[in-house]
């Protein structure tokens, strides 16, 4: 009777045990969400990172005198964004490039960098993103969804090259009245609403617009006049409105795959390839051709549709 006995000691033992990592588990758990449930909510000024700057440049803090320099000489923008809301917007006249955030330490890292090149250019490289598990336990204990908010001022003053990656999330940019060279603006899984409010300083040379999983609204996109405009849609949609004061021809390729594409050309534009059409409108001014969109489409379970 002897060896029973011994069985249940030892399955007592190990039952308490158990129980007791068990209960220091859930302390321990209870401690993170307390922890991220009672953050501090506040937001905190961008600090300096460690991102590898590019070859021969010197890397500075993003202060009152890079901000200067922003406003004398032409640079890149690389946005990289996690979730959260995002804006982008014309800087006032002098003011110079710079961002203000609103964001929970506790869940978001918020780093910037500023660079200046051999040739006086710069680059600015902005990260928002989520870290740790703090967000998790907010949302399995019932925290309140804190998302990061972003707004970056372009200045418009000089040439800007502008590589926004967005991650997850929504981003709101009125680019209007920029200098704005060259644009790569890609969703992983979220969506944009683009406008160019007024004519930029110069056509763009080039504008790309990709989405995933989300969709990609662009207004008065004849503002910025690109020269080459690329729309890449897989799994979402994207509603472009061609319209504005176009002030040469656009090379387009449109993309779509288990999604749809839909073009608004402007009235007096003459559309050749996909969708060839002649101008429904006549040129206010006679003596300048009308722009043309010379358009090449790839559709994979999905439409791609020109419309006036």
């Known amino acids: 009777m002897a060896q029973p006995k011994g069985c249940l000691k030892s399955c007592g033992i190990g039952c308490a045990a158990f129980a007791a990592l068990l209960v220091i588990g859930g302390v321990i758990i209870s401690t993170l969400a307390w922890k991220a449930l009672n953050g501090d909510g506040k937001g905190r000024p961008a600090a300096d990172v460690a991102i590898e700057a590019p070859a021969g440049s010197v890397s500075e803090p993003m202060s009152a005198r890079a901000a200067r ?12 964004l996690g979730e959260g809301e995002f804006r982008l917007r ?6 110079g490039l710079h961002a203000r955030a609103e964001y929970d330490s506790t869940v978001h890292r918020l780093t910037e960098r500023f660079s200046v090149l051999p040739d ?3 680059e600015y ?10 967000s998790f336990l907010k949302q399995l204990f019932g925290g309140k969804r804190t998302n990061a908010k972003v707004t970056v001022y372009l200045p418009a003053e000089v040439p800007l090259d502008l590589d926004l990656h967005a991650r997850r999330g929504g981003c709101e940019a009125d680019l209007g009245g920029l200098w704005l060279r060259t644009g790569e603006i890609r969703f992983d899984q979220g969506g944009i609403e683009l406008e160019f409010s007024s004519p930029l ?3 763009m040379e080039s504008l790309r617009l990709q989405a995933r999983m989300g969709g990609i609204s662009a207004k008065r996109v004849g503002n910025a006049s690109p020269r080459a405009l690329d729309i890449d849609c897989a799994m979402g949609g994207g509603d472009i409105d061609l319209r504005g004061a176009w002030r040469g021809d656009c090379v387009a ?13 402007p009235a007096e534009m003459r559309v050749e390839g996909h969708g060839a059409s002649e101008p429904s409108l006549a040129a ?3 003596e300048v051709p009308a ?14 549709e020109v419309t006036r």
Request: proline share 6%; with cysteine; charged share 20%.
């Open 253 to 265: 390729r449109a993309s779509a795959r288990m999604g749809g594409v839909s073009l608004q050309v």
């Open 201 to 203: 300083r110069e056509p």
């Open 120 to 122: 006086s250019s710069w």
């Open 90 to 95: 014309p800087a006032k006249p002098g003011e």
């Open 291 to 304: 722009p043309v969109l010379r358009l090449t489409v790839d559709a994979k379970m999905g439409e791609i």
């Open 125 to 134: 490289h902005l990260d928002c993103r989520q870290v740790g598990s703090t």
């Open 284 to 286: 206010s001014n006679a």
């Open 69 to 80: 320099l922003t406003t004398t000489h032409g640079g890149r923008v690389r946005l990289v």
